[in-house]
């Protein structure tokens, strides 16, 4: 998250959050706020005694600049030294300028001293609920207010009165002060789930969009696929023609002439079958059959012959399949997700520079059941992703590659067999995918 800061670097404070500098903020006001209302009260104290108290206006505006300084400073400390000043700014500093002026202005007497009844609810307001610091602020005018009280000599029981309010007083402030801190709580967090639901919403619409493009890849896929079907079955018609009416050469040794067509047959075949999978996987979710009675051989291939095109550079592909396995699923659909498993098992090994990558198809029948894994040799799947591999639009891909919604899907396909998807780290290393069918 990036950092906002009006002024210098914080020191020793660490990164802040947004939700922190707006804390930060709202103490710095706070204390500048203290510092300009203790001025004015310079009034009521010249009132009190009837003449202009210069001593205590000089108090005052130390007291002022005291507090302001304070606050200004908290932007440069680190939390727990900016909890410290902030209670010396908000509670300690005016119990003790609060005695000095009453003090200066004649004691316990003067109509000023029942402001220390005031002082807990002022300075709680700066502790914002802390148990130790709502403890202090009302212990601090008792303190305060008792030596005052103390060195005029009072009597034991009008002082003792005057402190069982003073505390009394404080209870009182004490909750209020949890109130609002509960509140600036709950207002802080409201402003970061907002922002936290915008940002969301801004990556969901890119998501959305990057989505949109690759299903217009795909349908032009399937048009370029249709496209190249027609020469490609001219080409491969012809090729058999030559193939079949060919004319011995002069010294009677065709051997090579006819390699070569057939390898170009071969070629032809290989891309005529690409092809025609293909558009079956662009098409999927139109020609979707019923979930019935699925070999699995034909559809394994099919879905390795499709990947391989991307696979055959990068990794050894090998497959392990028993002849004639049916098992209860959609063909098309079971192709698509092998494929999205195949094409993942791809990009592990290829993200991690994996020399020497491999994937492996296997298939076992056990009871009533076939299980279908798809391991690799890469990197494996870091723990703490294991949990939201399957969710959607999780992906660990750069943006622009990775959708996180082939796992999602494939899930939800082979779900919709009766089947099970999972995925697993190989102990030799490398990730292992199952798919468990029920056998049909
Ligand atoms: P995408 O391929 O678009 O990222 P997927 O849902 O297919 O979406 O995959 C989600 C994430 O699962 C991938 O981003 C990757 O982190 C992880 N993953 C999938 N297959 C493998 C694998 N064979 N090895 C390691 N990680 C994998």
Redesign the pocket.
Known sequence: MTQEHGGAPLEGAGEMSRGEELVLRDEQQLLYLLALTCLPFWLVDSLSVMRPTWDTLALRLGWAGLTGVMGWSLRWLGPSRRRLVRTVAGVVVPNVFLAVVVHRLGGASNPLFSWFFVMPLMTLTVSRGELWQGVLSTLMPVVAAGTLMGLEGMAPVPMVTRLLLLMGAGAVGMQMSSFYRRLKQARTRAEEDQRAVQEELVASQARALHTERLAQVGRLAAGVAHEVKNPLAYVQANLRFLLEERQPTADGNDAEYTEALQETLQGVERIHQIVKDLTTVSRAEETAQCVGRCELVPVIESSMRLASVRLKSLVKLAVEVPPQVVAKAEPRRLEQVLL??LL??A??IEDAKVQGGRVAVRAEVEGERVRVMVE?N????AEE?LPK??MTF????APG????????L?RQYVESFGGTLR?ENRPEG??R?IVELLVA
């Open positions: 999205n498993l993942n098992a990009d592990a690799d890469g990197p494996g799947i992703h591999l399957f999780f992906t660990t891909k590659k990775g959708t996180g919604l082939g796992l999602a494939s995925a490398g990730a995918f």
